[in-house]
């Protein structure tokens, strides 16, 4: 049987241990993306490193989420990351010039290679045939400082597509079904590859949008081949020379299998609160909507605006109802105002905003109360949008325009009443202007790094203490994803380099006193159900919990990213060996343990807790050898300074 995509490219990168689905490996990093959310934290954890120049053949720092500037935080972070790129050989992407998933899409990325990125979006690379991962800030700076990445070798997963998609359906349809068939966890462990002959009627750009939501099932990350399409999209940016053929052998096989027909995919919409959460659109037709929002994080690339600006040629928006564009990047932009298309917005009465995240990480454009949202964003969990019990809706950017025609939630298809498929292409030959890329010098080594107020000194971790007596501080349910656990927006963001100041906003709308309470009684555990933190790689959510003297979390099971961040600071990732016992436990229930470190050292698996109400809870640590270093240690950081003092 011949190699699938996704095991080539592994097998091409494979420093350490075997492909075996489950087993531990690592793979060498060719290029690593920061954007400035995650990555100040990131930045000072490579500092920490004293690697004095990034080891990988490419590293791109994006400034596209901390946009609004209220005080000196944001553009203190900006000024910082500005500075280490220009020390340690990154290429900063200044603000406004995009966002990292589009702007990396247009100029960086390069089929058949490997992408570690500190944002859980980036496999949006996977448009390329680019190998990428969403990762901790921390795994991404060991990376940057030339260390492989360490991850569990998923299954491969081959989605065979056939047909063609309809007029007015597009690739967020597809990526809502395979959410609609699989849910949030349907990816956990695996890699999707989609292959078969309906993988050449996608442009780069719809294969971004796939990629991009990959990570709304879970999944490690999601691969295309690299062919005609690939060839095209990289052409058209100028950059046809890194372009190569790339696909799965003709006799591939995959772990597991599923099968899309194009030509069957509806337009379909993620229902609040969850991405999984989808329905055709013509099942809740007539709704009425108060709010839509176009770009950012994904469907903000070429072909998706000016889908939008088409349909609304000549035409206004609906009464009653705000419009929104957030372009991917300037390119996008520049490209969409040279084809007419932000007149067409303008006349519209559509607003259009600078290119970044904006409203898609709760940075502006929060709806009012009970008003609908329709938004062409990646992620709708709950409150996520700024505003509390929202109404946030996902969809594609011709729904999106159908619901700004008509006022209310309408099949797009509807729209051939009005106007022909506009049927837009990306452009043959894009306009490129890379003004709002700053190359880093030969030689940075004299450059000093700004540090302002906003930047506070990384706090230290003890290594895990061989008894623990930790209170169950906070009992959650099912899918919690890391919005719940550590809230974005604009008032919390700018703290992702303090973390005394952002883990007071730990759990702020399930328990708005978690935050103190956990930090006056310390030593904590937090009890939770399936997919625990799911969702985005901010580290923030084990770092902060961290801070506040959790030092476990039992669960049904945990999210890829968030499990991975919680053994790099320190925390024990435990499920429960009878899920049953999720039930037996409560909000201030005690669990003790002694001999702890022995058997973390000596590889056991059942760690017996006892109950201060009496009884046992038998808990499952299931770690490779490398992550109980790590836990023993405190956390990643703490293993990598012993190791690099015992040299
Ligand atoms: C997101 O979409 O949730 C984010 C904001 O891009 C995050 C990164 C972050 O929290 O900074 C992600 O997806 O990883």
Same mark, same amino acid.
């Given at each position: 049987m011949g190699q699938n995509l996704a095991t080539k490219i592994l097998a091409n990168h494979l420093v350490e241990g075997e492909l075996v689905a489950g087993q531990p490996?690592?793979?060498?990093?060719?290029?690593?993306?920061?954007?400035?959310?995650t990555g100040t934290m990131a930045m000072l954890e490579f500092i920490a490193t004293e690697v004095p120049r990034v080891k990988v053949d490419l590293a791109a720092q994006y400034v596209d989420h901390n946009?609004?500037?209220?005080?000196?935080?944001?553009?203190?972070?900006? =000024? $910082?990351?500005? +500075?280490?790129?220009?020390? $340690?050989? *990154?290429?900063?992407?200044?603000? !406004?010039n995009g966002v990292s998933h589009q702007v990396q899409l247009e100029r960086f990325g390069v089929p058949g290679t490997t992408l570690l990125g500190a944002d859980s979006h980036t496999p949006t690379a996977a448009g390329l045939g680019q190998l990428a991962i969403g990762a901790g800030g921390l795994d991404v700076a060991l990376a940057m400082a030339g260390h492989p990445f360490h991850l569990t070798c998923p299954r491969i997963w081959g989605i065979k597509l056939t047909g063609e998609l309809r007029p007015w359906v597009s690739g967020k349809d597809v990526i809502l079904e395979m959410l609609r068939r699989h849910t949030v966890k349907g990816g956990v462990g695996r890699i999707i590859e989609y292959y078969g002959p309906g993988v050449a009627t996608l442009s780069a750009t719809d294969r971004a949008t796939i990629g991009n939501m990959g990570a709304e099932l879970g999944a490690t990350t999601t691969i295309f081949p690299s062919d005609r399409r690939t060839r095209e999209f990289l052409e058209a940016q100028g950059r046809g020379?890194? #372009?190569? &053929?790339?696909?799965?052998?003709?006799? @591939?096989?995959?772990?597991?299998?599923? &099968?899309?027909?194009?030509?069957?995919? &509806?337009?379909?919409?993620?229902?609040? +609160?969850?991405p999984d959460n989808v329905v055709r659109v013509a099942e809740i037709e007539g709704l009425k909507v108060d709010q839509v929002i176009v770009g950012s994080s994904v469907n903000s690339s070429f072909?998706?605006?000016?889908?939008?600006?088409?349909?609304? &040629?000549?035409?206004?928006?609906?009464p009653g109802l705000s419009f929104h564009i957030n372009p991917g990047s300037r390119q996008v932009l520049e490209n969409v105002v040279d084809k007419g298309g932000l007149m067409m917005l303008l006349l519209a009465g559509a607003q259009v905003h600078q290119p970044g995240c904006l409203g898609c990480i709760g940075m502006g454009q929060a709806p009012g109360t009970n008003q609908v949202s329709l938004r062409t964003f990646p992620?709708? $969990?709950? %409150?996520? +949008?700024?505003?509390?019990?929202?109404?946030?809706?996902?969809? +594609?950017?011709?729904?999106?325009?159908?619901? %700004?025609?008509?006022?209310?939630? /309408?099949?797009?298809?509807?729209?051939?009443?009005?106007?022909?498929w506009p049927a837009v292409q990306n452009p043959e030959r894009y306009l490129v202007d890379d003004s709002g890329i700053a190359a880093p010098p030969e030689d940075g080594s004299r450059v000093e790094i700004v540090t302002g107020p906003n930047i506070v000194p990384f706090p230290a971790f003890a290594s895990?203490?061989?008894?623990?007596?930790?209170?169950?501080? *906070?009992?959650? !349910?099912?899918? *919690?994803?890391?919005? /719940?656990?550590?809230? @974005?927006?604009?008032?919390?963001?700018?703290?992702?380099?303090? *973390?005394?100041?952002?883990s007071k906003f730990v759990f702020e709308q399930?328990?708005?006193?978690?935050?103190?309470?956990?930090?006056?009684? %310390?030593?904590?555990?937090?009890?939770? %159900?399936?997919?625990?933190?799911?969702?985005?790689?901010?580290?923030?959510?084990?770092?902060?919990?961290?801070?506040?003297?959790?030092?476990?979390?039992? @669960?049904? !099971?945990? =999210?890829?990213?968030?499990?991975?961040?919680?053994i790099n600071f320190g925390i024990l990732p435990l499920t429960f060996k009878n899920p049953g016992d999720y039930d037996r436990l409560n909000r201030g229930d005690r669990l003790r343990? @002694?001999?702890?470190?022995?058997?973390?050292?000596?590889?056991?698996?059942?760690? /017996? #807790?006892?109950?201060?109400?009496?009884?046992?809870?038998?808990?499952?640590?299931?770690?490779?050898?490398?992550?109980?270093?790590?836990?023993?240690?405190?956390?990643?950081?703490n293993k990598v300074r012993e190791e690099s003092h015992g040299r």
């Open positions: 490996i690592a793979i060498k990093i060719d290029h690593t993306l920061l954007q400035d959310a946009l609004l500037q209220t005080d000196n935080k944001n553009a203190d972070d900006h =000024a $910082f990351l500005a +500075s280490c790129a220009e020390k $340690f050989g *990154i290429y900063l992407s200044k603000p !406004g020379d890194c #372009w190569r &053929e790339l696909t799965a052998d003709p006799d @591939a096989g995959y772990d597991d299998y599923d &099968e899309i027909d194009l030509s069957q995919v &509806e337009p379909l919409i993620a229902c609040p +609160s969850s072909r998706d605006l000016m889908t939008v600006c088409r349909i609304l &040629e000549g035409r206004r928006i609906a992620r709708n $969990f709950p %409150g996520r +949008s700024g505003t509390k019990e929202d109404r946030v809706y996902l969809c +594609s950017p011709e729904t999106a325009a159908a619901a %700004g025609v008509y006022g209310v939630v /309408t099949d797009p298809r509807k729209l051939g009443d009005l106007l022909p895990l203490p061989d008894q623990l007596d930790l209170e169950v501080m *906070i009992k959650v !349910g099912d899918n *919690i994803s890391t919005d /719940t656990i550590m809230p @974005a927006g604009n008032k919390v963001l700018p703290f992702r380099s303090n *973390i005394p100041a952002i399930a328990d708005p006193e978690f935050s103190e309470r956990a930090k006056a009684k %310390g030593d904590g555990v937090v009890v939770a %159900g399936e997919n625990y933190g799911q969702g985005s790689s901010r580290e923030h959510a084990a770092l902060a919990p961290r801070y506040l003297g959790i030092r476990a979390k039992i @669960a049904k !099971g945990f =999210a890829r990213i968030h499990r991975a961040n919680l343990i @002694a001999g702890l470190r022995d058997q973390v050292a000596s590889g056991a698996v059942e760690l /017996t #807790w006892q109950l201060g109400s009496g009884g046992e809870v038998v808990t499952l640590l299931n770690a490779n050898e490398r992550e109980r270093e790590e836990l023993l240690a405190g956390g990643l950081l």
